[in-house]
């Protein structure tokens, strides 16, 4: 049985996040509340467990967008797409080093999110084939 895929939305417009939400929605994707600043995107990703993370880089709260990726990354192995202003190019550089599965410029076009989401499957494939459980092996 295959496990549902949840999708974990960070978005400080909320028109846009409700956008993306029902997009996603309609193509049968689970999607966790949505949170508007980094120190919620960091408790829900770290309560939840989602299969990934679609943030703006730029968040309300202590943290942005980029910051609260970077703290998760260091502990847990989620797939990431950061949304960027069209025009916040050292930001968009600053996030490119982060390693994300996809940077997606604003207005946010639903075909690239669909590739993007469909290249985190890959990511998540890779991660988890790469990296087998070790039965009955204990580490001295």
Not at 88 to 93: A, C, F, G, H
């Amino acid at each position: 049985m295959e496990t549902q895929r949840t999708i974990l939305i960070a978005e400080p417009d909320n028109l846009v996040a409700l956008e993306i939400k029902n997009y996603l929605e309609s193509l049968d994707l689970q999607i966790h509340p949505i949170v508007s600043k980094g120190e919620d995107l960091m408790d829900m990703a770290e309560t939840l467990d989602p299969s990934l993370i679609i943030t703006d880089i730029n968040l309300f709260g202590q943290l942005d967008g980029i910051e609260a990726i970077a703290r998760l990354e260091d502990k847990y192995k989620i797939p990431y797409i950061f949304i960027v202003a069209a025009d916040d190019y050292s930001r968009l550089i600053e996030s490119y080093y982060l390693n994300p599965v996809s940077l997606i410029k604003k207005p946010i076009k639903f075909n690239q999110l669909v590739k993007s989401i469909s290249k985190a499957d890959k990511y998540l494939e890779t991660v988890y084939i790469s990296e087998p459980e070790m039965v009955g092996i204990t580490k001295s």
